[in-house]
């Protein structure tokens, strides 16, 4: 409960907003008696709570039914509350209807769930709805009834299996500001036949965000014809964003954005007649910014006329050497901005002609913290291959990506690396011939290489890759937060010393029988890093991560993530996982090899001391299609202290986090445990067989505090 039901009339006249977020237990907002004289009420959200009702009934409500008026609320917001059922009355939800709530303008309902238990005359007076989650088979039903709407936000919706509308859809509300964000099979819903085609007609802004799927504009010649900004981001497969028969109808639009399509090559599409004229009558203003790949607004041979644009903003688009092939027209246009927030601008004589001299200077358009080298661009990999410091000499380069280099074997080389001091990040995605991204290939006399600034390190799918780093120096990276390895089958070291094609790549670590023999690490003593806090390693071909004598140290490392690295048998080292005291996530997912997360090393055990207490900071514990994990640890024990969230997914043999005892007064683990030691809030999640001394050896160690636990899902077969 917030409020006492008992208190004195007019207690809270004066409230003007409330927000709960996370109470969970919290079933209802209001006593009556707060319910009917909130008079200056104008802002309600309730957020991720248990709330069933927001006015409880209370006593003698049924007998003495209270009329509940907010006269001045104008927005509501309700998110993940999928148990609450509004108000109750003395049969029906009464909440918000036009009495009740005649001021309010503004709804957002996120992962609420069926919004068919609205009463059918609700929310007449919205003229802002936003929605995330949900069912789309009730969103357009839904905004139906909302007459007066003007502003409609749609998020995280499916459009996969939207039934389009057949015959009279009814009354639909004159929307004039659309945006969808999140949104997938986007295009299935400009069909002529789909409930949003019905609404376009009156758009007068549109806004499409992180849309990843989608590919471009593609409408009826109807539709749009009011539309005066039209706004794009981050749509990644979207290659470019409207057909010239589309760009015809925009005859009101005034403002055009586009920025992060990163595939995107061109603004205009080609649609067949190329020689015709397209005239964009009342265009003001054009940004195009972060556009990694789009090399001219238009390559085709239409003719363009722009009468009244007055602001172009080309900002980080590297690869633009031209706007138009064909005639072009922009009488108003007197420079290019090269950033939508600075006074930095550059004019020669015409657009074509300023473009074309920017391209060719390095301070122009190209992107003076980022740069793109793919295959899409051959002009990239050549001046890479040619002569790297054109690029590398870019002042205040900070982030460089490789995408689709199948020519590059690797990267840098030592006498490369000393441009690199102000590099910030390191992409490298489907590089299918790359080997290494540092290689070693002429003499040097450096004990090591540092790289000063590097924060973050990222290599996705490149098929022959063994190593970020081939060569006898040592690395250090005194600044690397982040380092993400996924789909890399061959790699086997972060930095090796030896060639896969010249020898064997193991270290050949001599040691008294323990786990580390004879087997390469993924991170030799060679390897520096003493700020990491991320760590994301998938589909790999490792054994082991951390070297056994001088692994670095990782006490920042607040993030753990290892995913379907088939040989990796042993994740932790107990003399490194001690050093864990900031680690926050742990997920362990498809390692089908995997033994203990936690083991004692022979090699150190001596020097260390058994019996550590590990993961005190740890909040989630994620362990998934693990087939041989038999336990976290042999020698070690627990302190969950902070655990929020435990998920257990298809782990058959874990019957136990630890079989190690505490103290000598705690029982040993396999004696049976009562079942009053685990506390379960969803009855259906554990049946009667489940819950077993198994099970719940599982979850009783004495030296476990669950006390901050809020989320816990097992999902296994047991061998009963």
């Known amino acids: 409960m917030i409020f006492y039901n008992d208190l004195a009339p007019d207690s809270f006249k004066n409230l003007q907003k409330i927000s709960v977020w996370g109470c969970g237990s919290l079933k209802n907002l209001f006593p009556v008696s707060i319910a009917k004289d909130l008079p200056q009420l104008e802002h309600l959200r309730i957020t991720d709570c248990g709330v069933e009702e927001i006015i409880s009934k209370g006593d003698g409500v049924e007998e003495q039914p209270v009329r509940f008026e907010f006269p001045q609320v104008s927005y509501l917001e309700i998110v993940a509350s999928e148990h609450l059922r509004l108000i109750q009355g003395n049969e029906q939800p009464v909440l918000l209807v036009e009495e009740v709530i005649p001021k309010l303008e503004e709804l957002e309902l996120r992962n609420f769930g069926d919004m068919d238990q609205f009463p059918p005359d609700l929310f007449q007076h919205i003229k802002v709805f936003a929605v995330s989650g949900g069912s789309p088979f009730s969103l357009f039903p839904f905004v139906r009834r909302l007459y007066n709407l003007k502003r409609l936000e749609v998020s995280n919706f499916d459009f996969k299996h939207v039934v389009p509308c057949k015959g009279d859809v009814g009354t639909l509300p004159s929307i004039r500001n659309l945006k969808l964000v999140s949104a997938r099979n986007l295009k299935r819903i400009w069909r002529k036949d789909s409930e949003l085609d019905h609404i376009l007609s009156d758009l007068q802004t549109l806004t499409i965000h992180n849309c990843d799927d989608w590919i471009n504009i593609r409408v009826f010649s109807s539709s749009l014809q009011n539309l005066t900004i039209l706004n794009v981001s981050l749509c990644k497969m979207m290659t470019n964003l409207v057909t010239p028969s589309v760009l015809k109808n925009l005859v009101q639009l005034t403002t055009m954005i586009v920025r992060g399509c990163t595939k995107m090559t061109e603004i205009v599409g080609n649609e067949g007649d190329c020689h015709q004229t397209i005239v964009v009558s009342k265009l003001k203003c054009l940004q195009l910014c972060n556009l990694k790949s789009l090399t001219s607004f238009c390559p085709w041979y239409y003719n363009f006329e ?87 000499g870019i002042k205040n380069l900070s982030n460089l990506q490789f995408y689709k280099c199948s020519s590059l074997k690797y990267i840098f080389t030592p006498s490369m690396l000393l441009s690199l001091n102000l590099l910030r990040r390191i992409e490298v995605e489907e590089c299918s011939s790359m080997e290494q991204v540092v290689r070693e290939e002429e003499e040097t006399m450096r004990h090591k290489f540092t790289f000063l600034s590097l924060l973050s390190v990222t290599i996705k799918s490149c098929s022959n890759l063994t190593n970020f780093h081939l060569g006898s120096q040592a690395l250090e990276f005194p600044q690397l937060r982040n380092i993400t390895i996924a789909e890399c089958p061959k790699m086997t070291a972060f930095s090796s010393s030896v060639s ?63 995913k379907r690295c088939h040989n990796l048998k042993y994740l932790l080292p107990s003399f490194l996982a001690k050093d864990l005291v900031q680690l926050r996530f742990l997920r362990i997912l498809d390692c089908n090899m995997m033994e203990q997360v936690i083991f004692t090393d022979g090699l150190v055990e001596e020097h260390q001391g058994r019996n550590q207490m590990f993961f005190s900071k740890l909040e989630l514990l994620w362990l998934k299609h693990l087939p041989k994990l038999t336990s976290l640890s042999f020698e070690n024990y627990f302190e969950f202290h902070c655990l929020e969230y435990l998920v257990l997914t298809n782990c058959p043999l874990l019957k136990t986090f630890t079989t190690k005892c505490v103290s000598e007064d705690e029982p040993e683990i396999g004696q049976h445990v009562q079942a009053s030691n685990l506390e379960v809030h969803n009855s259906s999640l554990l049946n009667e067989k489940v819950i077993s001394s198994r099970i719940l050896l599982l979850i009783y160690v004495t030296s476990i505090d669950l006390i901050h636990l809020k989320f816990f899902l097992f999902h296994t077969y047991f061998s009963y």
């Open 306 to 392: 722009f009468p009244c644009l007055e602001e172009l903003v080309v900002e980080h688009c590297p690869w633009l050497k031209i706007f138009s092939e064909g005639v072009l027209s922009t009488p108003q246009l007197q420079r290019i901005k090269q950033s939508h927030y600075g006074e930095k601008w550059s004019w020669t004589s015409d657009l074509n002609t300023t473009i074309q001299q920017l391209n060719t200077e390095k301070d122009g358009l190209y992107d003076p913290y980022d740069f793109n080298i793919s295959d899409t661009f051959p002009e990239s990999i050549e001046i890479w291959t040619r002569n790297p410091q054109e690029i590398l």
């Open 500 to 562: 896969r094609e010249s020898g064997d790549a193991s270290e050949n670590v001599v040691g008294k029988g323990g786990i580390y023999d004879n087997t390469a690490t993924f991170f030799s003593n060679k390897v520096v890093i003493p700020s990491l806090e991320r760590l994301d390693l998938s589909s790999i071909n490792i054994h082991k991560i951390w070297h056994h004598s001088s692994s670095p140290s990782m006490g920042c490392l607040n993030f753990l993530k290892v």
